[in-house]
């Protein structure tokens, strides 16, 4: 079982800047591909970025391509989501999820149930 804790969450203004944080608790944290969803109210959960193992490759949604960055730190067990230039409609709940099985397509890394475990994600309110 892995368990995985977001941090970094919070209000910022509209063009700011804020950086998401998720820890695993494993020692084979390398292994498994990571991803970042959010939700907002009355929404469903949307894909937004995606690494894989080694960190060689990265995925984006559209609507966050340019502005946010995925990365990670196998030594830290930690993925990150560097989110610049914030609008209000990224406010969200932003969760970070962990896929046992490793791919190479976009389109199983921006499916929820390509991943095996999750996070309770943290909330990110953007304020205009």
């Known amino acids: 079982q892995v368990q995985l804790v977001e941090s970094g969450g919070g209000l910022v203004l509209t063009g700011g800047s804020l950086r998401l944080s998720c820890t695993a608790s494993t020692l084979t944290f390398s292994l498994y591909d990571m991803g970042w969803f959010r939700q907002a109210p009355g929404k469903e959960r949307e894909f937004v970025a995606a690494?894989?193992?080694?960190?060689?490759?990265?995925y984006y949604a559209d609507s966050v391509k340019g502005r946010f960055t995925i990365s990670r730190d196998n030594a830290r067990n930690t993925v990150y989501l560097q989110m610049n230039n914030v609008k209000p409609e990224d406010t969200a709940v932003y969760s970070c999820?962990?896929?046992?099985?490793?791919?190479?397509?976009?389109?199983?890394?921006?499916?929820?149930?390509?991943?095996?475990?999750w996070g309770q994600g943290t909330q990110v309110t953007v304020s205009s």
């Open positions: 999820a962990a896929a046992v099985r490793r791919s190479n397509y976009y389109s199983d890394y921006a499916r929820s149930a390509h991943y095996n475990y």
């Open positions: 690494i894989g193992w080694s960190g060689g490759n990265t």
